[in-house]
C-alpha cells in the first residue's frame, strides 16, 4: 500500500514539473512599450469613417465578423487616453475620432444624459465612457467636456440602487431597470470614484462608497456569478479610492474579499502560464482570449499600486508585481509582431493584436494595452523589487 502511493506521490509529482511548468519570464520595460505602442498601431489600422472599430476579425479567413459592444468601444477609449498619458503616438488622435461615434450615440434618461444604442442602454457603456473621458482630462487638462463628465456621474447615481447593486440597463423611457451585470458593478464604482477626484463637491464619493460596501460583503451572495469574479473593475475602484483626499479605511470584510481577490488573480495566471501547447494543450486546452489575460494584469496592477500605497501587506504586495510580469510576459510573447503579420492576407488587422484559436476582438488589445501600461506604472512607482 505504502509502495502504491509513493508510486502515485511520484508520478503525479512528475506531472506537475515535466507536464505542467510555469511559462513566466520578466519582460523588460522596452519589450513592454513596444507591445503597447503596437496596439496603438492597431486600433488606428482598424477605426472606420463612421468611428466603429473593427470589432472581431477571422485571420484565417480574413474576414471581419459581425457585431459591436458599445461599452467596449468606451473601454478602448479609456485605454487609447491612457496610452496618449504615456506619450505614446496616435493614441490621442484616435480616442478623439472615435469620441465622433460616442457624441452621436448621447441619449437622454429619466436619470440623466447616456450612452447608447436602442431602447436599453448598459450602464456599464456610460460608466466606462465618463472614467475615458475623465482620463483625457487628467492627460490633456482640458476642460471643454466637464459638463458632459458631470452629467454622466448624475446618471451613474441613478444607477445605484440602496442597497449598493448597480441597475445594468437604464431604459430610455422607464429609467434603471432589475438587472445586474457581473461587470457593470465595479466599472460604475470605479466611474464614481473617479469623478470623486476631479469633482469633489458632486457628492460621487457616498454612491462609490455604497456599491463598495455591496460589492464586498453581498455581490456574490445576492447575484451568484459563477466562476466567481476576478473583478478587474473592482481593482481600479479600490485603487481609485486610495487616491482620494482622505481614503477610506479598508475594513476587516474588504480584507476578506482582498484575500481573495489576489488568490483567484494569482492562481488564474499561474494556470494560464502553464498552457505552453504540446501536452498541456490535451489538461489545460488552448490559450485564454488576450482580453481574459489583460484585466488579469490590470487587476493585479491596480491591487499592487493601492498595497504600495497603503504601505500594506509586502509579501502580497511582493507576490502581486511577480504575477503581473508573467501576464505581461505572456502578453508581449503572444502579440503579433511586424515578421508574423508580413504574410497575413490582410497585415493591418493582425499587426500588435492577440489572437485565439484564429479570431481576435477589440477587446483583446483592450485589456493587453491598458495591462502593460499598468505594469509600468507600478515598476515606475514601485520599482524593480518591491
Not at 468611428?51 to 457585431?67: H, K, L, M, P, Q
Not at 492627460?139 to 440602496?162: H, M, R, W, Y
Not at 429609467?175 to 469633482?199: C, I, K, N, Q, Y
Not at 503579420?341 to 490582410?346: H, K, M, W
Request: hydrophobic residues 40%; glycine residues 10%; negative net charge.
Amino acid at each position: 500500500m505504502a509502495v502504491s502511493l509513493l508510486g502515485w506521490v511520484l508520478v503525479l509529482g512528475l506531472v506537475v514539473v515535466a507536464v505542467h511548468p510555469e511559462g513566466c519570464r520578466r519582460p523588460s520595460n522596452d519589450e513592454i512599450r513596444t507591445s503597447a505602442e503596437a496596439a496603438v498601431v492597431w486600433f488606428a489600422a482598424n477605426l472606420g469613417d463612421d468611428g466603429r472599430f473593427v470589432y472581431r476579425y477571422d485571420r484565417d479567413r480574413a474576414t471581419e465578423e459581425a457585431g459591436y459592444n458599445d461599452p467596449r468601444h468606451a473601454g478602448v477609449m479609456f485605454s487609447l487616453w491612457q496610452a496618449a498619458g504615456s506619450d505614446i503616438d496616435g493614441a490621442a488622435e484616435t480616442a478623439e475620432l472615435a469620441f465622433e461615434r460616442v457624441e452621436r450615440l448621447i441619449v437622454d434618461t429619466p436619470v440623466g444624459p447616456a450612452f447608447g444604442r436602442g431602447e436599453s442602454v448598459r450602464s456599464g457603456a456610460t460608466a466606462l465612457l465618463a472614467s475615458a473621458l475623465d482620463e483625457r482630462r487628467r492627460v490633456t487638462g482640458a476642460t471643454d467636456l466637464d459638463e458632459l463628465i458631470v452629467d454622466f456621474g448624475q446618471t451613474l447615481i441613478g444607477v445605484v440602487n440602496p442597497d449598493g447593486s448597480v441597475s445594468a440597463g437604464i431604459h430610455v423611457e422607464d429609467g434603471p431597470d432589475d438587472t445586474r451585470s457581473p461587470f457593470f458593478t465595479g466599472e460604475v464604482m470605479w466611474a464614481l470614484a473617479r469623478l470623486h477626484l476631479s469633482f469633489p463637491d458632486k457628492g460621487f464619493d457616498e454612491a462609490a462608497l455604497r456599491i463598495r460596501r455591496y460589492l464586498v460583503e453581498d455581490r456574490d451572495r445576492t447575484e451568484q456569478p459563477w466562476p466567481i469574479v476576478s473583478d478587474h473593475w473592482g481593482a481600479y475602484g479600490f485603487e481609485t479610492m486610495g487616491r482620494w483626499p482622505s481614503p477610506p479605511p479598508v475594513t476587516e470584510a474588504e480584507e476578506a474579499w482582498l484575500d481573495r481577490q489576489f488568490g483567484l488573480f494569482g492562481l488564474q495566471v499561474r494556470y494560464e502560464s502553464q498552457r505552453q501547447g504540446g501536452v498541456t494543450g490535451l489538461t489545460r486546452g488552448p490559450i485564454a482570449l488576450a482580453a481574459g489575460v489583460g484585466t488579469l494584469g490590470e487587476g493585479l496592477g491596480n491591487h499592487a499600486l493601492d498595497l504600495h500605497r497603503r504601505a500594506a501587506r509586502l509579501d502580497d504586495l511582493s507576490q502581486l508585481v511577480e504575477r503581473a510580469d508573467c501576464a505581461a510576459g505572456l502578453l508581449v510573447d503572444r502579440q503579433i509582431n511586424a515578421n508574423a503579420s508580413t504574410t497575413d492576407l490582410e497585415p493591418k488587422r493582425t499587426f500588435g493584436a492577440w489572437f485565439r484559436l484564429g479570431d481576435t476582438q477589440m477587446d483583446d488589445q483592450q485589456h493587453a494595452l491598458s495591462a502593460l501600461l499598468l505594469l509600468l506604472d507600478v515598476r515606475a512607482t514601485i520599482g524593480a523589487t518591491p
